[in-house]
Structures are given as C-alpha cells and as structure tokens.
C-alpha cells in the first residue's frame, strides 16, 4: 500500500518542503560518487549519522540533525522524500515557513532520541529524515483524518489505484511501527521502527497547540476533516492492456 498523492494541494507555495527534498537530494547525489567504496561510506554514515551510544554517553547531539540529511539507498531517500512530497505542503501551509522548519527540526531530533532510547548501546549509525517526515504525518493525522489519499494497492499480482481517507493509510503506517519495533531485537539495524513510531508520535502532540487555536473539533467540523481548500480532481486513464477472458 503505497501512498503517492493527495487531493488536497496547498493554497500557498511550501518553499520550505521543496527547500528539503532539494537538500536531501543534493547531500545525497553529493556522495553517490564513492557509493562503491563500502568503507568510505561507511565514513560518511559514522560522521554524519548519530551513533545512539554517543548520544546515550552525551556526545554528538549535532548529529540529530545532520544524520535527518543522509540516506542509506536510492529507495531510503525517494521513500521519505515521496512521503514529504505529500503531507508536508498542507502542514506549512497550516503552520507557516519558518514554525514548519522548526517543527519539522524538532520531530526529527525527537524521533532520534526515541531510537535512542530503545536501543541505547548500539553502535549502528543511524540515519534519514523518516523520523521528521513521520512527525509530519503524525501532525497531518491530527489536522485532516478524512483527507483523500491515493494509493498504489499491491497484492502479489494485482495493482489498483484506489482512493482512502488519511487516517487509514498514516494509522496502520504507525501500527506497523509498533509491530516492526516488537520484532526487531533493539540496535540490530535496518529500519529505525522506534524512531519512526517517536517522531510521528511527537508530531501529532506538537500540533494539538495548533488544532486548538484552529477551533479542535469544530476545525474537523468547518473542513469535514479535509485541508481548508477545494479538492483537486485527477483523471484516471483506464489501462490499455487488454482484458482476455479465460
């Protein structure tokens, strides 16, 4: 179930979300040129993502940050940035350029404290912006539940594009968090379950000072759950494959 778009576009221009993936795109481009060389990369995760035993011994705090800009992969980068794409532009349009940016800074350390606290002696480096872009989701959750979301639906063989409220996609995004932090033993590496289930977390409860002055509930009442601005309207183009019967 892959998310791709939403119905929704801003009614302001995110600088600052397409100021973020250009970055994270340019740092990333910026080392692909010694991608091969496994050791030399490796020098560039350990300085520039944080290592949760540095942190748990009260060394190398910038690394909060800095580790939000390297990635691990091709499809680590287009995945965090896919998802940035989509919920961050109604989210700053909401909060504004620069609370968005500090906002965003903000999950994203809280996220990697989060990892940190689940697997405090590990020596992995940990790295991407997934914890920041999870707290972008957690504060979309809270502001447009009803949101149209349109997903690549994958099913072994069978593809659809279908079109589901947001609560659905970024609520079982978070339960598959949790399930994935239970199942992987703490500091073993791969996916940063915790982190992602921190910083989307942290994200909803830091907009709840928003929502509030945005009215609470009669803000989901006024909106009906969905961006203050008129729903796009895409066209499906029927495939040209043609159907054959049995």
Do not use: C
Not at 2 to 19: E, K, L, M
Not at 146 to 169: G, M, P
Not at 229 to 245: C, N, Q
Request: glycine share 10%; charged share 10%.
């Amino acid at each position: 179930m892959i998310p791709f778009r939403d119905h929704n576009p801003s009614g302001r221009t995110p600088y600052v979300t397409y100021a973020l993936i250009a970055l994270n795109i340019l740092i990333f481009l910026l080392y692909q040129p010694i991608a091969s060389d496994e050791e030399a990369l490796w020098r560039i995760y350990a300085t520039w993502g944080f290592i949760p035993r540095d942190i748990s011994e009260g060394t190398g705090y910038i690394k909060l940050v800095t580790s939000m800009f390297i990635h691990g992969g091709y499809s680590h980068l287009i995945g965090n940035m896919l998802f940035l794409f989509i919920f961050g532009d109604n989210i700053e349009d909401e909060m504004g350029h620069l609370p968005f940016l500090l906002f965003y800074l903000a999950t994203g350390i809280i996220a990697g404290l989060t990892q940190v606290l689940s697997a405090p002696n590990s020596t992995i480096p940990t790295l991407g912006a997934s914890g920041a872009v999870a707290g972008v989701m957690g504060s979309y959750l809270l502001l447009y539940p009803k949101a149209r979301i349109d997903i690549f639906l994958i099913i072994i063989i069978f593809f659809r594009i279908i079109s589901i409220q947001a609560w659905v996609v970024l609520g079982l995004w978070l339960i598959f968090q949790f399930i994935g932090g239970l199942g992987v033993p703490s500091g073993s590496g791969g996916i940063a379950y915790w982190a992602h289930a921190g910083g989307f977390v942290a994200g909803l409860f830091l907009t709840i000072p928003l929502w509030l002055r945005l009215g609470a509930k009669s803000f989901w009442t006024r909106n009906d759950g969905h961006p203050p601005h008129a729903e796009a309207t895409y066209r499906y183009v029927t495939s040209r494959i043609p159907k054959v019967r049995r």
